[in-house]
């Protein structure tokens, strides 16, 4: 079975670099049929069911290890100094993956270059502000950004959350398109946890949300190797110069405040400067960049997280840390939740039973008026009924005489 990783790959090689399925097939070892099935599939597969795995597998940091000291290091020394280790295979496996991982390498490393072709990459990083933001009630959280780099034209954008979860990454990644004006070809990301979920013989495995996402961008992702930030050496300085000149005097009442006068401040200032590597302003470099932009896709990929919890005895859903009430009396039922920045949207059986606004505050508790009322008329009854205390009314019985006629 074939995963959303393969899935990503076919749709970006078809779609945005027009290879034909024969192409796409030989290139990915799988038959054509399975290339029509997966461009068939106009959303990732969600299954996928996990390898055996390589008695190789425990070593592959070590390979890796060796590789980047020397990537010319051939197999048979490779396999010595693995012996020592407890590698007990043989060197057949070993050459066909240092095969497999000296273009990898070869790849990222080629990415330290200072010149970049118009559209033809992005350099993602998330920066640490330092900065805290209230967020109600007394409590205040850090705010991150993910900083999207365009190389070419030096333009950049910032989308600022309180987390870096895998969720709160790809929402910000499509903020980020957003304003840059569209999707180049490449984008370069750290080996961040919210980003890659594991590793494949050696290979950096995309965690599935972002690969789902990259795919439905056409967007061809080069993880760099651990400890390497030199391969996003644009996306740093970018950072060194918000931290200098965005952030310095500045107050924020919000994230939404601060989302605001960093992109003023990015059109009236960034923008307007005279970027000495390209040699033009940066907003005119970027204008003619934007022409090289893949346009985002229409509608927009649902990035939202869905999960499913269980009603607690008091009328609520924890999500994040926080409570959320729901209507009385689903106490134990499981229900869906939909997650996004800003809502929390709870579904019992498809329909929608309670929405409310995201709420930031450690241990919070979001109580919608409505619940809130219904839960006091139900612990009413139920104080009345365990008390004996419950008025029933006296029937008029003469209503049954007239109907019969006897009255």
């Avoid at 010595?80 to 280790?85: C, F, G, Q, V």
């Avoid at 060194?240 to 310095?248: M, V």
Wanted: aromatic share 8%.
């Amino acid at each position: 079975m074939y995963n959303v990783q393969d899935w990503a790959e076919v749709h970006r090689l078809f779609h945005r670099e027009s290879w034909s399925k024969t192409a796409i097939a030989e290139k990915l070892h799988m038959s054509r049929n399975t290339v029509d099935r997966l461009l068939g599939l106009q959303e990732p597969p969600r299954y996928e069911r996990a390898g055996a795995g390589s008695a190789l597998d425990a070593y592959m940091d070590d390979i890796v290890a060796m590789l980047e000291e020397n990537p010319r290091a051939p197999a048979t020394v490779i396999l010595e100094r693995l012996r020592p280790l407890g590698y007990a295979g043989g060197i057949t496996v070993l050459k066909q993956r240092v095969a497999k991982l000296r273009p990898v390498l070869r790849a990222a490393r080629s990415y330290q270059r200072t010149s970049y072709l118009p559209g033809e990459i992005a350099q993602l990083d998330w920066w640490h502000t330092g900065v805290d933001i209230p967020v109600g009630k007394g409590a205040g959280r850090e705010a991150f950004g993910l900083v999207t780099t365009l190389p070419h034209s030096a333009a950049h954008s910032t989308v600022f959350t309180f987390g870096r979860t895998t969720a709160e990454f790809c929402a910000a990644v499509v903020g980020c398109f957003e304003r840059l004006g569209g999707v180049p070809e490449k984008a370069v990301t750290d080996n961040e946890s919210c980003i890659v979920g594991g590793r494949h013989g050696g290979r950096a495995k995309l965690a599935d949300p972002v690969a789902a996402l990259f795919g439905a961008l056409l967007l061809r992702p080069v993880v760099l190797r651990p400890r390497f930030p030199e391969g996003k050496g644009q996306d740093e300085r970018t950072v060194g110069y918000l931290e200098t000149s965005f952030l310095p005097l500045r107050r924020f009442g919000s994230l939404d405040d601060l989302q605001d006068q960093h992109d003023d401040w990015a059109t009236t200032v960034a923008f307007e400067r005279h970027h000495r590597r390209v040699g033009a302003r940066v907003k005119d470099a970027w204008r003619v960049e934007k022409g090289y932009l893949r346009a985002l896709p229409d509608p927009l990929p649902d990035i939202d997280s869905r999960l499913e919890v269980r009603v607690m005895k008091d009328g609520f859903v924890r999500v994040a840390d926080v409570d959320y009430s729901v209507p009385p009396g689903l106490s134990g039922r499981r229900v869906q939740v939909r997650l996004s920045l800003t809502d929390v949207v709870v579904h019992l059986e498809g329909e929608v039973i309670a929405q409310h606004r995201r709420s930031y505050v450690p241990a919070d508790v979001v109580l919608d008026p409505a619940h809130a009322r219904a839960l006091r008329l139900q612990r009413t009854a139920a104080r009345q009924l365990t008390a004996g205390d419950v008025v029933v009314p006296v029937a008029d019985l003469s209503r049954y005489d007239a109907l019969v006629g006897l009255a």
